[in-house]
């Protein structure tokens, strides 16, 4: 009649809540290194697969870049004066051994860390605030409302009246650039807080500043660094715009300067040096958002 | 268990002459009508009505979130005027803090009024224990089940030790099976910390199941159709379900519901202008109909 224990069900000894739940449970035995890579290959397959396509194609684009310069095409376009990844990968290796290529890069970096640093912390807080005070938001908003719309690279000729030096006016624009998009995202965060979460807090004896602090300030961190991103990006576009028209100094101003110096190979270098500064700050920033919010991480 | 201490039986609830209205663009919408409850210190009491009866607005009141337009709720004598860690909220979303683990989310109502922080992790600990959660104190909340996000909820409610807890159909998006285990934690917290309850649900078993007292409402305007005691003896089993005793009840509130429920029904017909159809209002004739 009774059965050997070796075929009960190993659900039989459980208690009853751990049969009609499912959720994470810890792993029993620790596998071996073999099975894990073999795991972690199967897991991460199509993520590998990315990054060798991606390989590939940056490989190809270096190949048609030097085909076209090479060989000087004209077609529409004229790559007649156009430097090949060659000539760009010299003046790079001259350029890292010149202190005053890495003066231009430092420059513009802490041009981009003072602007975009107080932007963000302007833009924040009178996000939150607009958000939670109706009557700020009603002073502040059309205000907004009306400077937003004016490109940071429009404001050159007013910020150079404004600030008594030009270091202050490219940081200005900088600032300005980087400041709407922050103020607009972590409204638009703060109009988007679940009201029952708010009640929650408040039947647990949550007042007014703590609600604030607890409640509407983390559930609007996703939208708040949103706005960061997209300020950042647009911190490098009004950064590079005004340091080509007014800088004497800057990343921006050493591509511009390339140009009138015919000195064709440093505009690419330039450019590149450009695209990787705002890569690199992006992705600072979206390492900072998985530190800040980690219950969001995968 | 040692975490919080035994106290005397509190935590009476009364709402008299009850009403309340919602302004809208057509003008004010009457919710809720004419409303007398009250709960005992230590009651079960459910409130059950069909849907769109103004149970929410019932409980939401009690709760502090929203002022009648006429009447007044007390809790103890003390006019409510708005939320208080006093009564404990319980939401059919689970509600819980993405942001926060299990336990700061636990933790959160002692955080609030000030413990430091090592003693209310401590008492965090204990009660996520008696729900059979401290496996889980580290998690967020977007990783655990339906039945363990609303364990969490119930547990972060009682947590402060609230005179009164609300519950607001808590178990309406759960599967059955899960359902069944939460009423029995849910029953195990209510005998041992003698709190009362004030539970809406729109499931007559679940009511009859878990009360010493259910309240029938009316289709909008909702009031007190019916008020039923369960004299069923505790600690009440799964096996009652079936007992001439429960069917009886369930039978009696369930023709009290249906009955509403055909008026709120009927009401959405009329006002579709199906008027003319001359539709009777009894059961079986509009099942057909429709
Ligand atoms: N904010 C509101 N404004 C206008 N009418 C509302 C509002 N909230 C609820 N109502 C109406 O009040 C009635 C009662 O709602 P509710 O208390 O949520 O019912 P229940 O919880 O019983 O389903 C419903 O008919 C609903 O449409
Ligand atoms: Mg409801």
């Known amino acids: 009649m009774s059965s050997p224990a070796i075929l009960r069900h190993p659900e039989d000894s459980m208690p009853a809540t751990a049969i009609a739940e499912t959720g994470p449970e810890p792993v029993a035995t620790p596998p071996s290194f073999g099975t894990l890579a073999l795991r972690w290959y199967r897991l991460n397959r199509s993520g590998l697969r990315a990054i060798a396509i991606g390989i590939t194609s940056l490989l190809a684009f270096l190949l048609v870049w030097h085909l076209l310069t090479t060989y000087r095409v004209v077609f529409f376009v004229r790559f007649t004066n156009v430097p090949s990844p060659l000539a760009v990968y010299a003046s790079f290796i001259k350029a890292i051994h010149d202190p005053k290529f890495l003066m231009h890069i430092v420059l513009s970096c802490r041009r981009i860390l003072v602007g975009f640093s107080l932007a963000a912390i302007i833009g924040v807080p009178l996000g939150l605030v607009m958000g939670r005070f109706k009557l700020v938001h009603e002073v502040i908003f059309p205000v907004a409302e009306v400077l937003r719309p004016i490109p940071a690279i429009a404001w050159v000729p007013m910020a150079i009246m404004l600030w008594p030096t030009n270091e202050q006016s490219i940081v200005y624009i900088t600032f300005l650039g980087s400041f709407f998009p922050i103020l607009v995202n972590t409204l638009h965060g703060m109009t988007l807080v679940d009201p029952v979460l708010v009640r929650a807090a408040q039947c647990l004896g949550a007042r007014e500043r703590s609600i604030f602090r607890e409640v509407y300030f983390p559930a609007s961190l996703p939208h708040i660094f949103t706005g960061l991103t997209v300020g950042m990006g647009v911190a490098w576009v009004s950064l590079i715009a005004a340091e080509m028209i007014s800088g004497q100094y800057g990343i921006g101003y050493f591509t511009w300067e390339a140009y009138s110096l015919v000195q064709y190979a440093d505009i690419a270098l330039g450019m590149i040096a450009i695209g990787v500064l705002g890569l690199g700050s992006s992705l600072l920033i979206r390492g900072a958002g998985q530190l800040v919010m980690p219950w969001r991480a995968k | ?290």
């Open chain 2, 1 to 290: 268990m040692s975490e919080i201490p035994a106290k005397a039986p509190q935590g009476h609830i009364e709402v008299r002459s009850f009403s309340l209205s919602y302004d809208s663009i057509e003008g004010p919408v009457q919710a809720v009508t004419d409303t007398q409850i009250h709960v005992k210190p230590g009651e079960f009491v459910s409130i059950v009505g069909p849907s769109g009866c103004g149970k929410s607005t019932l409980l939401n009141a009690v709760a502090g979130f929203l002022k009648p337009t006429t009447g007044i709720v007390t809790v103890d004598g003390e006019r409510v005027s708005g939320p208080s860690a006093e009564r404990g909220m319980v939401f059919q979303q689970y509600s819980l803090f993405p942001w926060k683990t299990v336990r700061e989310n636990v933790e959160f109502g002692l955080k609030m009024r000030g413990m430091p922080r090592s003693q209310r992790e401590r008492a965090a600990r204990t009660l996520l224990g008696l729900a059979g959660l401290e496996a889980f104190e580290k998690h967020y909340p977007e990783k655990l089940s339906g039945g363990m996000k609303q364990r969490v909820g119930i547990v972060r409610a009682l947590a402060t030790g609230p005179k009164v807890l609300l519950l607001d159909e808590p178990f309406g998006a759960l599967d059955a099976q899960t359902r069944v285990i939460m009423q029995q934690i849910l029953t195990n917290m209510w005998q041992r910390l003698k709190i009362s309850v004030l539970f809406v649900t729109h499931d007559i078993d679940e009511a009859i199941f878990l009360s010493d007292r259910v309240y029938c409402m009316t289709a909008r305007p909702g009031s007190i159709k019916a008020e039923i005691p369960i004299p069923l003896e505790r600690p009440r089993q799964q096996s009652m379900m079936m007992s001439s005793e429960f069917l009886a009840l369930r039978r009696g509130l369930m023709s009290l519901i249906r009955e509403e429920s055909l008026k709120a029904m009927g009401g959405e017909i009329n006002d579709l202008g199906m008027r003319g159809l001359n539709i009777e209002l009894h059961g079986q004739s509009l099942a057909e109909v429709l």
